[in-house]
Nanobody, 128 residues
Framework: QVQLVQSGGGLVQAGGSLRLSCAAS????????TAWFRQAPGKEREFVAA????????YYADSVKGRFTCSRDNAKNAAHLQMNNLKPEDTAVYYC?????????????????????WGQGTQVTVSS
């Protein structure tokens, strides 16, 4: 049974940086896509970023482009989300997610229904 275990997050002032990590435990796990979603209070869970297994292809929501960077360390079964120049509107619970779906269309990669495995979520709070 694969579990995604998240770490990182916390409280930071606007303009600051945080790094989230997501590690797979249980068995060797090499998902084709690893993604990050976030959910603010009273809002739907929304797509933030995704990365293909090779690490060469990434996708970002417009709201985080140029500020967030996702990466993978396949040797450690881990993925990371580096968040720079954080804004108060980035405040949310962040979730990592993974799927083995190889043939996902680009518009599917940003939808939470594609992903079979989810981390426990970690709080990110950005103060103004």
């Amino acid at each position: 049974q694969v579990q995604l275990v998240q770490s990182g997050g916390g409280l930071v002032q606007a303009g600051g940086s945080l790094r989230l990590s997501c590690a797979a435990s249980g068995r060797t796990f090499s998902p084709y896509y690893t993604a990050w979603f976030r959910q603010a209070p009273g809002k739907e869970r929304e797509f933030v970023a995704a990365i293909r297994y090779s690490g060469e292809v990434t996708y970002y929501a417009d709201s985080v482009k140029g500020r967030f960077t996702c990466s993978r360390d396949n040797a450690k079964n881990a993925a990371h989300l580096q968040m720079n120049n954080l804004k108060p509107e980035d405040t949310a619970v962040y979730y990592c997610a993974a799927t083995n779906e190889y043939y996902a269309a680009t518009n599917q990669i940003t939808t939470k229904n594609l992903y079979d495995y989810w981390g426990q979520g970690t709080q990110v709070t950005v103060s103004s």
